[in-house]
């Protein structure tokens, strides 16, 4: 048989309306959860604190301390020692803030993924009674329970009934909670029309990840929810950028002044101009 590799995607692709209904509402067997995750692996954002020699390569190496180490050459050179000691003094300085805020950065988004990716949520398994697991073992397919309280959710959920308000902030930057309703089926009695299930038609109805659940609005039975999309899997909505791949520019630039690189070119021509001043009248014969 001829193997080739395949995009592994989320269960948003290629299923209707209807056969979300049909075939996910009572939620998978506990073997096919399991064999989901061999696949998908564990839902979770994994964010790396790098140690501080990887910071320090990266910060050394730019091209702003490349000019710095050949202007303390030349001022090495040159014989104007204090100025090359003052640029070391406020290169060092500048790096060692930079890797201190870069570190603190790392350190609290570790810490924030980390709770998210533990939180307590309730499964439901076919032929089976409901079960509480961590986020973590969320695949695309599994049923959850939305509960009656406040909770960040740990992937994207399609709504299957009830209603829900949710926090969209994070991803929107609007304040103004969203009410989500439940995914119609579509379905005709006598004919079969089901539409596909794409992500850009049916927001409304998605619960997406990171996004907090403020109210909800149960009926006769339990709040359900499909998972469609678990892990660091790429989504429609703009999210915040994943901190494990680069952190904003301005943690490059110190808060000091004295501290600040950009001074430093500026400090040096201004103290040679001073000493070009004074040593002036020595060049001069008296009058």
Request: hydrophobic share 40%.
């Amino acid at each position: 048989s001829k193997r080739s590799f395949i995009v592994l995607r989320g269960l948003e692709q290629n299923i209707s309306c209807s056969d979300l209904h049909k075939s996910y509402l009572d939620g998978l067997v506990y073997q096919e959860s399991q064999n989901r995750k061999l696949i998908y692996g564990p839902n979770v954002i994994a964010v790396q604190v790098p140690p501080y020699w990887r910071l320090l390569s990266k910060e050394i190496l730019n091209p702003f301390y490349a000019f710095q180490a050949f202007s303390v050459i030349l001022w090495f050179v040159e014989a104007y020692y204090p100025y090359a000691v003052a640029i070391i003094v406020m290169s060092v300085s500048s790096i060692a803030l930079s890797l201190y805020t870069a570190r603190k950065q790392y350190t609290m988004l570790h810490d924030m993924v980390q709770s998210h990716n533990s939180i307590r949520v309730s499964v439901l398994r076919k032929g089976s009674a409901s079960e509480t697991v961590s986020s973590s073992e969320l695949v695309p397919g599994d049923v959850i329970v939305i509960p009656e309280r406040e909770m960040m959710l740990p992937c994207d959920v399609v709504l299957m009934n009830g209603a829900v308000v949710v926090n969209e902030s994070m991803l929107t930057g609007e304040s103004v909670p969203v009410t989500k309703t439940p995914l119609p089926d579509l379905c005709e009695a006598g004919t079969y029309n089901a539409p596909i299930f794409r992500l850009q038609d049916y927001k409304r109805h998605v619960l997406f990840c990171g996004t907090r659940i403020i109210q909800v609005r149960p009926y006769e039975q339990l709040v359900k929810a499909v998972v469609i999309r678990t892990g660091e899997a790429p989504r429609p909505p703009p999210r915040p950028l994943p901190p494990h791949r680069h952190l904003p520019s301005d943690s490059h630039h110190p808060s000091l002044p004295l501290s600040s690189p950009s001074l430093s070119p500026c400090l040096s021509l201004t103290l040679l101009s001073l000493s070009s001043l004074s040593l002036s009248p020595l060049s001069h014969s008296p009058l």
